[in-house]
């Protein structure tokens, strides 16, 4: 397993949470005899900390409240919309738990499947809302393995005027390799991770990783 000192000095755009109840949580969702219903929350509870994480730099204004023994002047978040954006399938897993953090937050969805035999990302749908490029986008899903869904999905959104700065990926398990992918297509996207693995086997899992994330979120095999 790395830590971000291994990597940081290369990608100061990642951000790694390695809280310990963060930490806790993926030892249960690594096992493979978790459940799925278990499995699910998990998922749902690590988008809460990288949504938690993926925000710290949203902007504050001041508002004028009366607490029940005396007036303040207290902070509410300015600025922009949040638009979250799952990449089909397992991203979906992910989305409950940033809107429970941000329940204001439109959500897009981008459909694309890893080709078993090449690895290489296949684009199926893509529903995003019409005004995306005023929002700040939180690109979901579990896993960053090679980087190739992520990166079409960057792309995607990217075609739709959002600037780069604009855009966060908020990942559970990411490979060395596909960290690099992603900022070496875009160094201005900023990517939050649980945990960065060691390497992808032949296959292009991520190991030690947890298996195929949308096949345990919805029990398909
Ligand atoms: C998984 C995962 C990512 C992708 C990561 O999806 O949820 O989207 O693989 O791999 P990459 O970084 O090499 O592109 P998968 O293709 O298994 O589709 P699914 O979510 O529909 O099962
Ligand atoms: N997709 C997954 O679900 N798991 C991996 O390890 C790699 C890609």
């Known amino acids: 397993m790395n830590d971000i000192s291994t990597l940081?000095?290369?990608?100061?755009?990642?951000?790694?949470?390695?809280?310990?109840?963060v930490q806790h949580k993926l030892s249960i969702l690594?096992?493979?005899?978790?459940?799925?219903?278990?499995?699910?929350?998990?998922?749902?509870?690590?988008?809460m900390f990288a949504g938690y994480e993926a925000t710290r730099h949203f902007k504050l204004e001041p508002v004028?409240?009366?607490?029940?023994?005396?007036k303040m002047t207290s902070q509410t978040?300015?600025?922009?919309?949040?638009?979250?954006?799952?990449?089909l399938r397992a991203g979906l897993g992910m989305v409950e738990g940033i809107l429970e953090l941000i329940p204001a937050a439109r959500v897009g969805h981008i459909g694309i499947y890893r080709d078993p035999q090449t690895?290489?990302?296949v684009e199926y749908y893509?529903?995003?809302?019409?005004?995306?490029?005023?929002?700040?986008?939180?690109?979901?899903?579990?896993?960053?393995?090679t980087g190739g869904?992520?990166?079409?999905?960057?792309?995607?959104?990217?075609a739709r005027n959002v600037p780069s700065e604009q855009i966060r990926l908020l990942v559970i398990i990411a490979a060395p390799e596909g960290i690099k992918k992603v900022v070496e297509a875009d160094p201005d996207v900023k990517i939050f991770?649980?945990?960065?693995?060691?390497?992808?086997?032949?296959?292009?899992?991520?190991?030690?990783?947890?298996?195929?994330?949308?096949?345990?979120?919805f029990g398909t095999k």
């Open 193 to 217: 991770t649980c945990a960065i693995d060691d390497y992808l086997n032949d296959h292009a899992y991520i190991v030690p990783g947890l298996g195929d994330a949308g096949d345990r979120i």
């Open 77 to 87: 978040l300015k600025g922009r919309k949040v638009a979250v954006v799952p990449i």
């Open 149 to 158: 869904s992520a990166t079409a999905a960057i792309d995607f959104i990217k």
């Open 30 to 47: 690594r096992n493979k005899d978790t459940s799925s219903k278990q499995f699910k929350e998990l998922v749902k509870e690590l988008a």
């Open 126 to 145: 893509c529903k995003l809302p019409e005004d995306i490029n005023t929002r700040e986008v939180l690109i979901v899903d579990p896993m960053l393995a």
């Open 8 to 21: 940081n000095g290369d990608y100061p755009q990642v951000t790694l949470i390695d809280h310990p109840m």
């Open 64 to 70: 004028e409240i009366e607490t029940p023994l005396c």
């Open 119 to 121: 690895h290489l990302p």
